[in-house]
């Protein structure tokens, strides 16, 4: 079992930035790809970054190209996002998650991919 807790939401004005956090804990060893989704009010939870533990391959949709970093310490067991210029559009809740045990050759920006889930972390952004 993995346990992921995320921290470091808040709220910011357009343009400003964040950096969430996500501390691992339980049997880190085992996870293949790590990833951050966001669910604003009314819609789905979508994927916005992810990560392959083992190499460092990043992925980025679109809506966090060139604004949001992704990154991973395995020494810290933690998963971060640093976002910046961020817009009101940005606001919602966003989760850390972790897959395991799905062979991790490929990181997949579906929710079912991800076994494990933080209990996410509020991001607000006004105009």
């Known amino acids: 079992q993995v346990q992921l807790v995320e921290s470091g939401g808040g709220s910011v004005q357009a343009g400003g930035s964040l950096r969430l956090s996500c501390a691992a804990s339980?049997?880190?060893?085992?996870?293949?790809?790590m990833a951050w989704f966001r669910q604003a009010p009314g819609k789905e939870r979508e994927a916005l970054a992810l990560?392959?533990?083992?190499?460092?391959?990043?992925y980025y949709d679109d809506s966090a190209k060139g604004r949001f970093t992704i990154s991973h310490d395995k020494d810290k067991k933690t998963l971060a996002l640093q976002m910046n210029s961020l817009k009101p559009e940005d606001t919602a809740m966003y989760y850390c998650?972790?897959?395991?045990?799905?062979?991790?050759?490929?990181?997949?920006?579906?929710?079912?991919?991800?076994?494990?889930w933080g209990q996410g972390t509020q991001v607000t952004v006004s105009s």
């Open positions: 998650a972790a897959e395991s045990g799905r062979g991790g050759a490929v990181c997949y920006a579906y929710k079912s991919w991800y076994n494990f």
């Open positions: 339980g049997a880190t060893y085992s996870l293949n790809c």
């Open positions: 990560i392959r533990t083992g190499d460092g391959t990043t």
